[in-house]
């Protein structure tokens, strides 16, 4: 029997792209096709791309130069080129790389194994074709030899898409409009991952918070399967084994009522939101065309925290957007300050082609937006150090996720607030990749805390789990206000 042909997968991006890179692994392997960490092994290579900065598209092509060597070293290697920038050069990476065998965008990963084919046959394809259909989320179950990137955790897409084209913001060209999937057919996903030993899922869209919110303001969300978020998030909280649920990236116009209260009463919702800002200034807002104001943000921080004392906010914002001021930077590092983040991704602006905002004046000088990046980037490091520091001496619970980074021989994992913990003590002792274990917080660091395991209990092979997402007294007290 010939030895089966092993696919590597390259992703860069946001985790859209990192779940859109399992999706097509899920695919090949059903094709026969088996995975590899290695590139040198591989008979197949995707390069998975994001175009959401500057730097991942250069990557790209230097990426592509590299890869000719690749390519030369064994006849019949394939290479195939997917993501954002995929959907938006398609063509031109076919005709500047002889060297890529096909080109498919975001709405179209049902076809790689097709095009997979053809390049075996010699044909060079490109598929970029954007739909509305809510065929491209239905996809094989997942192959069972597959191996798990995180054992314990899973990504489930619940809409695609964007409608509010912020002006900095390639990604309604590149996601195309807003489609969320039919809310019997999330559900029925979610339970198959929590009979494979998932506890933990991610709820993924680009505002995944604008799920079925068109199907419910024209009241047509019977018909069209869906229903408000706050109501999907408490059906897939019922769902047996489901200990912990997040979901990212939310937009701050999406919060109502009910989402807010579920917060507070679902006792599987981590206490952990990342809710972009972008800018602490109105005007600033203004011109990103993002639809609130910094006292809305705020109030809605507010509300949060009513309704969960202890949540954990995190954030995005960019710094040097075109016309900011210093006055529109100090009203940014104000919101920082007084909502207390944790943490938050920060970026110095730059024009993406094909947006409003890469035509609009008054650029701002790039070594005043870098020591805008600085400054903003130290408030946040004492932030987050502060928040740690006050963690230590308490209990949480950590989904095991498999070695630390910085400690060989430990185990590291995230507890509900979306913290990394890195566990002392040798791994065998700690638990397994997968484990929900309760730990006790000893030391904090700039980027992570490290704990003391106090119980562990098995993630997938039975025994009985821990309260889900539910922090102990003396949890909640430390943790208020982050
Ligand atoms: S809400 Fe704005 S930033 Fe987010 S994906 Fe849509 S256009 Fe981009």
Redesign the pocket.
Known sequence: MAPKRRFHIRTYGCQMNVHDAEKVANLLSHAGWVATDDDGAADLLVVNTCSIREKAENRLYTDLGLLREWKAERPGRILGVAGCVAQQEGDTILRRFRTVDFVYGTHNLRLVPTLVAAAEQGERSLRIDETRSLERFDLPERHPDLPDATPGRAFVTVMEG?????T?????NT?GREVSRKAVDIAEEVAALAGRGVREITLLG??VNAYGRHDVRRGKAAQAGTESFAALVRRLAAIPGIARIRYT?P?PAFFDDDLVRAHGEVAALCPHVHL?A?SGSDRVLERM??PYTSAEYRALTESLRTARPDIALTTDLIVGFPGETDADFRETLALVRDVGFVDAYTFKYSPRPGTKAAVLSEAVDPALAQERLAELQEMLRSLTMAAHRARVGSETEVLLEGGSARRPGQLSGRDPYHRVVNLTGRAEAAGRPGDLVRVHLVEATPRSLIGEPVSSVRGAGGGKFLKPGAPTADEKGRNARL
């Open positions: 964007c409608d509010m084209f912020c900095f913001c390639v990604v309604p996601r680009q505002t990236s937009h972009p972008q065309r993002r």
